[in-house]
């Protein structure tokens, strides 16, 4: 899908959670999910429980899953993601790097990866330094993906900040700073597609023109 329908809200597709039930990685993504309605998105959310149900990305296999292809499909038509994972050992946890990874299946799409999204990024971690270095993580990642990580990301210490249920969040700036990647992801995704509109005729030629700086987003 490369055209945009600029009547239509933006579509920004949440990735992220844990297995455990109250999950606060999945309650933190939900928030800033409601931040990017808020700015003028729809949502979708791919928590937790739809994560484990994905088998182990395997390339060399043909085969691909209902689940699989469900999210594989709604990430292609996606004007921008929210990603938010645990700090697992450090790093990002197994559960949300296989969702990841089995974005490869968009590698030869016109838009392929996340090429021309944006993409919040949420951390989650029991102290500062996992939240801090598994961010700077995530974000490389997204990167890889030729996504555009959101100016503002969010890292969240667990063991001082709690979700009792799935929309309290013990402190109020967290919930600003939810919030703020939520809306940051939304309004690129309505100015990058503003930017694609056809009164932007001009600039989409001149861009023509230059196509080999397209390369430039290849990591
Ligand atoms: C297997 C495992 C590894 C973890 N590793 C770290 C870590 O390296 N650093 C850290 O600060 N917290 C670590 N934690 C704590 C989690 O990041 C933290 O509890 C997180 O908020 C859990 O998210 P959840 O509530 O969505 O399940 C680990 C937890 C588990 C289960």
New binding site residues.
């Given amino acids: 899908m490369t055209s945009f329908d600029h009547h239509r809200r933006p579509l920004v597709i949440g990735i992220g ?2 297995t ?1 039930a ?6 933190a993504l939900g928030f800033a999910l409601r931040g990017a309605e808020a700015a003028g998105a729809n949502t979708r959310l791919f928590g ?1 429980t739809f994560l484990h149900s994905l088998p182990h990305y395997a390339p060399e296999n043909p085969q691909r899953t209902d689940e699989q292809l469900e999210l594989i499909e709604a990430v292609r038509r996606a004007d921008a993601l929210i990603i938010a994972t ?5 790093g990002v ?1 197994g559960l949300v790097k296989n969702a990841l990874d089995t974005l490869e299946e968009l590698r030869a799409d016109e838009r392929p990866y996340l090429d021309g999204r944006a993409v919040g990024c949420i951390v ?4 500062w ?3 801090g270095s598994v961010l700077t993580s995530l974000r490389s990642i997204v990167h890889a993906l030729r996504g555009w990580p959101t100016p503002f990301g969010a890292g ?1 210490n ?1 063991l001082e900040t709690r ?1 009792d249920t799935v929309d309290t969040c013990s402190d109020a700036k967290v919930v600003e700073q939810l919030s703020t990647v939520g809306q940051q992801a939304a309004q690129f995704a309505l100015a990058f597609n503003a930017h694609r509109a056809p009164a932007a005729a001009p600039l989409g030629n001149a861009l023509k023109e230059t196509q080999p700086a397209r390369l430039l987003h290849a990591v």
């Fill in positions: 959670g844990t455990r109250a999950s606060s990685t999945e309650r937790g645990p700090g697992y050992h450090g946890s989650t971690a029991y102290g330094q996992a939240a969240i667990t979700f």
